[in-house]
Nanobody, 124 residues
Framework: QVQLVESGGGLVQAGGSLSLSCAVS????????VAWFRQAPGKEREFVGA????????RYSDSVKGRFTISRDNAKSTVYLHMSSLNPVDTGVYYC?????????????????WGQGTQVTVSS
């Protein structure tokens, strides 16, 4: 059974930092690209960033570039999202997802498996 479990969400003040984790089981983790998406109330799910299988050049959306960093530990089957300089527009449910190819990253329909999400709330 494939499982993606996000953790680390919570409430943080604007300007603060927060780190999320995504623990993956049930698949050959090192063969999968892992992405983070987020969804604010009433809005579509938005691509945040993705990391390739070897942890090389990571892709980010323009809205988080320079503030968010994605890393992975293949030995632990875990991906991390470190978020800094947070502001209220970063509020939402954050999801991790996996796919095999490092392409069409922005389309949530291209991903094979998803986690249940973790809430991040940034107060002003």
């Amino acid at each position: 059974q494939v499982q993606l479990v996000e953790s680390g969400g919570g409430l943080v003040q604007a300007g603060g930092s927060l780190s999320l984790s995504c623990a993956v089981s049930g698949i050959g983790f090192s063969a999968y690209v892992v992405a983070w998406f987020r969804q604010a109330p009433g809005k579509e799910r938005e691509f945040v960033g993705a990391i390739p299988t070897n942890g090389g050049t990571t892709r980010y959306s323009d809205s988080v570039k320079g503030r968010f960093t994605i890393s992975r530990d293949n030995a632990k089957s875990t991906v991390y999202l470190h978020m800094s300089s947070l502001n209220p527009v970063d509020t939402g449910v954050y999801y991790c997802a996996v796919k095999l190819a490092f392409a069409t990253l922005y389309d949530p329909l291209q991903y094979n498996y998803w986690g249940q999400g973790t809430q991040v709330t940034v107060s002003s």
